[in-house]
């Protein structure tokens, strides 16, 4: 089964930082391109960040330069948002997603695979 699990969110303070990760499996990870996205209460999904199936292009949305930074690990089948300088507007429910094809990428119908989500609340 194809299976894209996302951890690491949690309660932290604002100005703090975390660390998400996505672990893939049930498909071949190093051909597809990773998005994170993130979606508030009552507010659409929305884009944070990219990384190319080979890390060697990533892009951010403008609400996460230059506070966060997006990697993946192939050998581990597993793709990271570093996330720093946590604001209470980055309180969302941040997923993982996965596609072969390339576009735009903030696009949400392109991908072919989505996690199940992960929260993040930033409060003091």
């Known amino acids: 089964d194809v299976q894209l699990q996302a951890s690491g969110g949690g309660l932290v303070q604002p100005g703090g930082s975390l660390t998400l990760s996505c672990v893939a499996s049930g498909f071949p990870f190093d051909d597809y391109n990773v998005g994170w996205f993130r979606q508030a209460p009552g507010k659409e999904r929305e884009g944070v960040a990219y990384i190319t199936r080979n890390a060697h292009t990533h892009f951010y949305a403008n609400h996460a330069k230059p506070r966060f930074i997006v990697s993946r690990d192939n050998a581990k089948n597993t793709a990271y948002l570093q996330m720093h300088g946590l604001k209470p507007e980055d309180s969302a429910l941040y997923y993982c997603?996965?596609?072969?094809?390339?576009?735009?990428?903030?696009?949400?119908?392109?991908?072919?695979?989505w996690g199940q989500g992960t929260q993040v609340t930033v409060s003091s």
């Open positions: 997603a996965a596609r072969y094809r390339t576009g735009i990428w903030g696009s949400i119908d392109t991908y072919d695979y």
